[in-house]
């Protein structure tokens, strides 16, 4: 099956900073989305990106899928901004069935 | 009202017991899924349902069944549970027409503790 791989694994934060988080998948895939997973565990989605670039408000989302890795943007971060993210993709003959990557867990401080 | 919602949102139960997680929806999806969250990682598929007549097993269906009582209902059970079964486990839906091919939509989670 599909490969996922997200880095860094932890990111520490002072609030009002940019990051990047990044997403390597192994394989095409025909579905790519990411996800905020907050501190009560609710999963939030933030993007559907299988290519291509997105923005919605300060996060924004680049999938270059010849190269087979996505990026998400946050720029200026808040407290907010605090949890796991998570890149899930689908594709090939898995279909619609999503992997999920490890996740990166971000800490804003104030 | 949420799209997607699951019953009980946390549950305490013992070893052995059978327990039943519901989901329910109001997206009109055909799709729904069941998965599985352990502590630090990711998100595993335990179950999918393409519609009200067929059931797939996932990654890890074992100790697991499953019944799609109608569009919007997909139900999970643990026939008898044991405590590795205690994870954070999410419904999620999706409809292969829609914007977003097979876009996931998640519900709030059950936390299920197996002492």
């Known amino acids: 099956g599909i490969q996922v791989e997200q880095s860094p694994p932890d990111l520490i934060l002072q609030e009002g900073a940019n990051s990047t988080l990044r997403c390597n998948f192994s394989d095409s895939v025909n579905n790519l989305q990411w996800f905020h997973q907050n501190p009560w565990g609710q999963l939030i989605n933030l993007f559907y990106?299988?290519?291509g670039t997105k923005q919605n408000g300060r996060l924004s989302a680049t999938t270059v899928a010849t190269e087979r890795y996505s990026l998400l943007y946050i720029s200026s971060s808040q407290t907010t901004d605090s949890g796991v993210y998570f890149c899930?993709?689908?594709?090939?003959?898995?279909?619609?069935?999503?992997?999920f990557g490890g996740g990166t867990r971000v800490l804003v401080k104030p | 009202d949420a799209d997607v919602t699951q019953t009980p949102r946390n549950r305490i139960t013992k070893t052995g017991k059978r327990i039943m997680l519901e989901c329910s929806q109001t997206k009109g999806h055909d799709r729904m899924y069941w998965y599985r969250q352990d502590p630090g990682l990711g998100l595993r598929l335990i179950y999918y349902?393409?519609?009200?007549?067929?059931?797939n097993k996932g990654e890890i269906s074992d100790g697991y069944s499953v019944s799609r009582q109608a569009q919007a209902k997909f139900s999970l059970s643990l026939e008898s549970a044991i405590p590795n079964q205690t994870a954070l486990y999410f419904c999620a839906t999706s409809d292969p027409q829609g914007q977003g091919f097979n876009e996931q939509f998640f519900g709030p989670g059950t936390r299920l503790t197996v002492l």
């Open positions: 899930a993709v689908a594709g090939g003959a898995a279909g619609n069935k999503l992997t």
């Open positions: 990106i299988p290519s």
């Open positions: 349902s393409f519609d009200v007549k067929d059931i």
